[in-house]
């Protein structure tokens, strides 16, 4: 590149190359003062070749080396360069031209180094590492929520046994009902997390094997959910998705902490009669869910001999089943919670009526008068007699409600160890009230097997045989696991009746030797007393 000019200017002469606006090889000269700064030349690069101010201009060697447009650019000469020798060119773009060059070079650049470090793989494996993050953080936050739920309902209970033991006593004394005490669930909607059941939730749910301890209260109410559409409730009667959160918000609310009948209970019942209408292949839906009145009273007996005020307002029938039947209508009657509010009338009255039956069923007080009733039905039974159906589902419902031992040991074992400890809290207030006690649930006489063995032999397995010849396939899955356990309970006995002669034969043996040495003591001292004072005779 040749330099030519005075010391107060430069000479650039300028080929002009090809472009949307110019053709190649025209020759431009531009003069310039030492003294410009580089926007100024870059106007005179525009006029010089009659293109607007704002137009982008490149300068290149014709080697494609970029030269500088400053003032302390070097000046070339005024005539055409030799072939092979340097020659700055002018490379001039649109605004589009620019736009679209600048895209393209991005997008280029973009390309390489997604493939250089795998942009797109590492976009997916953060996303998926946030989102188990995310869940982990959700389930924890819940854990936390239900502990402190839990720590909540405990001091109310504290409380409320605290101010009944302070109360006078009267008949009526133990109080259960209160009538301005809202119904409404204490959680909204928007709180209640949908969870999505995996396959092998789903597929697990429908069999009587389903292990109901490992469940969070969110966690069964999702199931219970999908329980109500799996069987084509929410079709049938349109339900609203919302008021049937908060139907099963409600219902898990108006439950107490009591050891066995609480919402877990609740939730067992519901997921057999689930697993019995797949297993069966029946069709419809049974209604199980109430509360449970007192931490203390989970046995009619306790409610009529205590003369307690739900035993006062049902008459001594079934006050607790009744109780459970007003609580669910109660709940019903509040529009956000109406599952039937687009039933019709009539519709509705006969699910109230086979509401009612269903509940007042579990009372075991009436076991023997619906297995009577049954049994004779069972000799010509017929599915198109409402009578015979309709004593179907009390049987059912009755086989659900009382179900436990029909599920895996270790799922069953500890609901044993729930109704027993509920159980003996009942008979140890029923003796400090002097009411009659019964003897399985006198914590002094029953132990586990005396308590399974009898009902398991003369309760649920009676029972579960009468279904069986109406449904065959009910004999493996639910009759198999009842002789089981009824075996194995009867081998507990054995082996703590053998350890109870054990204690005896110890207690025996033990008090005959204890005897003889103080005998042997006694005659020792009245030796040495003879002995040392003969004048005391």
């Known amino acids: 590149m040749a330099v030519s000019g005075g010391v107060e200017g430069v000479s650039v002469v300028i080929r002009m190359a090809h472009s949307s606006t110019s053709p190649a ?18 106007d005179l690069f525009c006029i010089a070749t009659g293109l607007p101010r704002n137009t982008t201009i490149s300068l290149l060697t014709t080697d494609d080396a970029m030269v500088s447009i400053d003032p302390t650019m070097p000046a070339n000469s005024e005539r055409p360069q030799p072939a092979g020798l340097p020659f700055p060119s002018v490379f001039l773009f649109s605004s589009a031209e620019k736009e679209e060059l600048i895209q393209s070079v991005l997008t280029q650049a973009a390309e390489q180094l997604s493939r250089a470090f795998k942009i797109n793989e590492l976009k997916a494996e953060v996303a998926n590492h946030l989102a188990v993050l995310e869940k982990r953080v959700e389930l924890e936050g819940l854990k936390v929520v239900e502990i402190e739920k839990c720590k909540s309902d405990i001091k109310k209970m504290r409380e409320e ?28 909607v928007p709180t209640y997390p949908k969870y999505l059941l995996s396959p092998e939730t789903i597929d697990a749910l429908r069999k009587p094997t389903f292990d109901v301890w490992l469940w969070e209260p969110n966690e069964m ?32 609310d108006n439950y107490r902490n009591n050891p066995f009948h609480n919402f877990r209970h609740c939730f067992c019942v519901a997921q057999m009669m689930y697993s ?11 209604q199980r869910d109430a509360k449970a009145p007192s931490a203390l009273s989970s046995n009619p007996r306790y409610q009529i001999n205590a003369r307690t005020e739900l035993a006062v307002r049902y008459n001594d029938i079934s006050p607790l089943e009744n109780h459970h039947c007003a609580v669910a209508f109660q709940i019903l009657a509040q529009p956000d919670c109406n599952i039937f509010a687009n039933v019709s009338r009539d519709s509705f009255r006969q699910i109230r009526q086979g509401m009612i039956t269903l509940i007042l069923a579990t009372d075991m007080a009436r076991h023997a008068e619906i297995m009577d009733s049954f049994k004779e039905k069972m000799e010509d039974f017929d599915y198109s007699n409402e009578e015979h ?26 609901w044993v160890d729930c109704l027993l400890e509920e159980y003996f809290m009942q008979s140890d207030r029923e003796k400090s009230e002097g009411l009659p006690v019964a003897p399985f649930m006198d914590r002094d006489k029953v132990t586990k097997a005396t308590a399974q063995i009898g009902f398991i032999k003369f309760v649920l397995i009676p029972m ?16 198999q696991p009842l002789w089981e356990s009824r075996d194995r309970y009867e081998e507990l006995k054995q082996m703590d009746d053998a350890l109870q002669e054990q204690k005896a034969e110890s ?28 004048r005391a005779w």
């Open 25 to 42: 090889g025209v020759f431009m000269g531009v003069i310039f003062s030492r003294y410009c700064n580089s926007s100024d030349i870059m």
């Open 161 to 188: 046994l605290a101010a009944r033991s302070n109360r006078t006593s009267c008949p009526c004394k133990y109080s259960f009902l209160d009538n301005n005490k809202k119904l409404t669930p204490r959680r909204d």
């Open 221 to 252: 109410l999702s199931c219970l959910e999908h329980m109500y559409q799996d069987l084509g409730l929410v079709r049938d009667f349109s339900i609203n998705r919302i008021t049937l959160k908060r139907w099963l918000l409600c219902v898990h």
């Open 276 to 286: 019995m209408i797949w297993l069966c292949g029946l069709q419809g839906g049974f």
């Open 389 to 414: 159906l309709t004593l179907l589902k009390m049987i059912l419902i009755k086989c659900c409600d009382i179900s436990n031992e029909v599920r895996p040991t270790e799922v069953a074992e500890p």
């Open 464 to 479: 579960f045989e009468m279904v069986t010849k109406l449904f065959p396939v009910v004999q493996e899955l639910m009759l």
């Open 507 to 534: 207690l025996t043996s033990g008090g005959t030797k204890s005897r003889e040495k103080s005998r042997d003591v006694k005659g020792a001292e009245g030796k040495a007393l003879l002995t040392a004072s003969p």
